[in-house]
């Protein structure tokens, strides 16, 4: 520690990396980090996916060891830390996928783990019912979350994904914690809610609390302010108050290269119709009509319980619809089951591609040729491997992959990549029409850049595509018009280069208002 | 904040509190298992009044015993997300060995230590298994399989083949010691014995440990998701050593009840019924990938399979058809379960 540091700062000091090198297997992903977490102050992590940044918080949480480096923790030096030794000393995590334990009540997932760091991790001893149910009243108060009994006894599996994401993040606050970390914690939130943690990281921070975002939504960083930190490659290029960077040297900062953030929409839809609803109504969604052009872009928009999701669903096949018309193509189709719409020339691409979408431990490879296996198949049922692979070759290199290896598994991709493989794979069975749900949820700059691109060339081959999202920029960007859905209806309709995101978001609360019985 | 999301939440929330028998169910599949077991007893009743003769009901509970036993050690393991099949080796390894012992080298040891080394060592054995699963990072189906005809092996190959016929003298009494005794209506006399007591303690033990302890909730945890629960902070080396060594001592005592109420030791007896018990926990609601299940689910489970097991015959069904039975029951509440998650 140098002489000038002077003591006021050093009593603020609560964690530092030094020189935080990691290595797994032969790859470097991290590459000397030096880091300063102050209490009191509020870090915005950005980088493109893969840059360490998830690395990093999994190295503050205890949950792996760094290759070499030091981590100083309240003034004692640590070469690594357990989870318990992490939480105790009050750094407490809202992990990306929630990290809540799908079959415990709301209750023991905000609060045991209070119990179970006060114990020092022993395992031995009676919980502390009414300590439980205290602990996790304050909490769900905190985050705006109801405190009846039935809500506490209910499973978190039971739950609407925003409500799960605010009860993690009432378990990080549960603890007299003096570091919450937050990995991506709006993305299933609505703009109140989010409004509501924005409320909540302030009055943490007056409790001289430290707040480290990680996160790909540059707006709320501003609205919330404090200190950006701003990986590349494993390493730190940039660190200080967020007002001093505008959110174009931020986006070079992260990608090392000048983001273009105008439109990418340039070409116009084609004449003729190519694909309509009428009177579609399924689980969620009424009576909806609407249509697409050849070449068009559509974006469709909404809050979580919409009903953009059940159409999706719906023309797609995965939950079909219960009455209505679809005409693909100047005929009428009937889509029971995806293998239908597969069939027709429709392509789905989830919202979780990891669940829905992607054989992760299979190769690059085996996940673009799943669709046509039986196209490539000759009269005795084997597969003709080199016409897939040319196939493959072909599919990667139209998605720009990033990698030259077919064999690679998908899993060991990052995240912008497996989106590309997962929309290549559609290609190859050249669709008429692809059905894109949040394409770009968790992919960074650069990635959503490239998908962009692929997703205009699309358009300009004629294929007609369906964009379900909640970024508007993204729709905004992209569409030739966008759909704005509210309580299973249709509630406006814009031109994509007239609208904007305040008009949108205007259509997508206060018709539900109006709705509203 | 006052957002309609919320809103629908907190009346989501009231919805709940009202009364329905899908909520019911989806919340409580016990439910199902206790309605299978009523409806079996009415009908066996209706047609053969002689069901409700104290004598049933008291042979009904003496078979429960070490199902029960061998049924709540699975329950632990089921709740953690695992899965054992070595208990019955265990259970056998122990019964014999413990036999052998004691009949050639420690006659006069007294019934007490017999149970709790019987209980320590499937214990020891089953901390075997906790150790395996732990450190291979196998799943515990296939390490347990292996370590069943491991223990089963070594037990055959050095331990011994003999049919022990003859019990050392306290083993037998213990197993004819009576709990509750009376005369029937036609004058024979009906014995409850001693060690039935053994599995309502068991299931109270195993219900405080899930349910009060910091332990039981790890548990659960764990076979909620195991990467989540190591992420905060569950030491899953010691759950693993845990849930194993718990079952691994209910089924030492198992092995070692089972043979003082049979009064003999059968090497080859027990491996092969771990099926029968797994079945017996799922019938009664716990699920097969983990995370969930009850004492009283797993109690209705097991009387559930016992009285299918014993009471057939009473109502003219020959014994052979029980597996069919037991078979169509599983399929049926597997059904009903599933249909309840689709659903909700």
Known sequence: MSATSNTKEASGRFLELRNIQKWFGGVHALRGIDLRLDLGQAYHLLGENGCGKSTVIKIMSGAIPPSAGEIILEGETHSAMTPIQSLSAGIETVYQDLSLLPNLTVAENVALNEQLVSGQGRLGRFFDRKRLKETAEKALVTVGLPTSSSFLNTIVSDLPLAARQLVAIARAIATRAKLVIMDEPTTSLTRREVDNLIHVVERLRQENVAVLFVTHKLDECYRIGGNAVVFRDGQCVAQGPIENYTKKQIAELMTGRAIDSARYRTAEPMDGELFSVKGLSAAGVERLDFSLRKGEILGITGLADSGRNELAMAITGVSPARSGTITLDGRQVTIRRPADAINHGIGYVPEDRLAEGLFLDKSILENEIALILTRLCNSFGVIDKRAGRETAARLSEEMRLNTKDLDMPVGALSGGNQQRVLIGRWLSIEPKLLVLHGPTVGVDVGSKDTIYRAIQALAERGIGLIIVSDDLPELLQNADRILVMNGGKVVAEFDAEQATEDRLYQAMLTSKLETAP | ?344
């Open chain 2, 1 to 344: 904040m006052t957002t309609s999301r919320l809103e629908e939440l907190q009346q989501g929330a009231a919805e709940r509190q009202s009364f329905s028998i899908g909520e019911l169910v989806r919340r409580r599949p016990e439910t199902i298992t206790a309605a299978l077991l009523v409806a079996i007893c009415i009908i066996v009743a209706v047609a053969n009044p002689a069901f409700l003769q104290p004598s049933t009901l008291v042979d009904i509970g003496r078979a429960s015993v070490v199902m029960g036993l061998f049924a709540l050690g699975v329950l632990v393991i089921l709740a953690a997300g695992g899965i054992d099949v070595s208990f019955t080796a265990i259970a056998a390894f122990t019964m014999y060995s413990l036999t052998v012992l004691v009949q050639n080298h420690l006659p006069g040891l007294p019934i007490t230590v017999i149970l709790v080394i019987a209980t320590v060592g499937g214990a020891l054995l089953g901390v075997i298994n906790g150790l395996l699963v732990h450190h291979l990072r196998v799943p515990s189906l296939i390490v347990t399989i292996g370590t069943q005809y491991l223990f089963r092996g070594f037990l055959l190959s050095f331990i011994g083949t003999v049919w022990i016929m003859s019990l050392p003298p306290q083993m037998g009494a213990f197993g004819r010691l009576p709990l509750l005794q009376f005369e029937s209506a036609n004058g024979a006399t009906i014995t409850l014995p001693f060690y039935f007591l053994v599995l309502p303690i068991a299931a109270f033990v195993t219900w405080l440990i899930l349910n009060r302890t910091l332990m039981g909730r790890a548990i659960f945890a764990m076979g909620g998701n195991a990467n989540i629960a190591s992420r905060l902070g569950y030491n899953l080396k010691k759950l693993h050593i845990f849930i194993f060594g718990y079952a691994g001592a209910l089924a030492g005592l198992a092995g070692i009840i089972h043979v003082c109420a049979n009064r003999q030791a059968n090497p080859f007896d027990l491996v092969g019924t771990e099926i029968n018990v797994i079945a017996a926990v799922v019938l009664g609601g716990a699920k097969i990938t983990g995370g969930t299940g009850t004492v009283l689910g797993t109690i209705l489970g097991v009387l559930l399979i016992v009285v299918i097991n014993s009471v057939l015959v009473l109502v003219g069904i020959p014994s052979t058809w029980q597996r069919l039975v037991v078979g169509v029951f599983i399929l049926l509440a597997a059904a009903f379960f599933v249909t309840r998650q689709r659903n909700k």
